[in-house]
């Protein structure tokens, strides 16, 4: 069972992970005779808070990777007023994961206003529900393992 360990910051557990366009996405880029883009390291707060994953707008800055939908999101900030958000189609993958990286190769993520500080953007409910998260300030850890 792949896991990360992190510390908790002030802020929270702050998981580092490669994003990058999904699994499906990649393909339709060969078959095109496109290069598949690099992915980019994010810094992503585990939050049971949020429903999704979110990352902050415009940190996504690939041509290549493209809204599927727009969805309605609640947040703090809206209160019973949703806003529309850009949702994608992205690769994930924990490469500090032990004793081998864990990937979720088709995941939809929504695009969040910025959060403030250092991090680019929420694992959600959606990644949490695949792992089993570990919180121990006595430690001043934070463990998931998939």
């Known amino acids: 069972m792949p896991s990360v360990i992190v510390p908790i910051t002030p802020g929270g557990p702050i998981v580092e992970v490669w ?3 999904s699994a499906q996405h990649q393909l339709e880029l060969r078959a095109l005779g496109k290069p598949t883009p690099s992915p980019i390291l994010l810094r992503l707060l585990a939050d049971t808070g949020a429903a999704v994953t979110n990352i902050v707008a415009g940190v996504l800055d690939f ?7 727009s969805v309605p999101a609640f947040t703090p900030s809206t209160g019973s ?3 529309n958000c850009d949702a994608y189609d992205v690769c994930i993958k924990f490469h500090n994961a032990l004793p081998f990286p864990w990937v979720i190769d088709d995941l939809p993520i929504v695009e969040c206003q910025w959060l403030g500080g250092t991090i680019d953007g929420l694992h959600g409910r959606d990644v949490l529900d695949q792992s089993i998260m570990t919180y121990n300030p006595l430690t001043g850890f934070a463990t998931l393992s998939f």
């Open 19 to 21: 994003v990058g366009v």
């Open 63 to 69: 041509p290549e990777i493209v809204a599927i939908v």
């Open 81 to 83: 007023q949703p806003v």
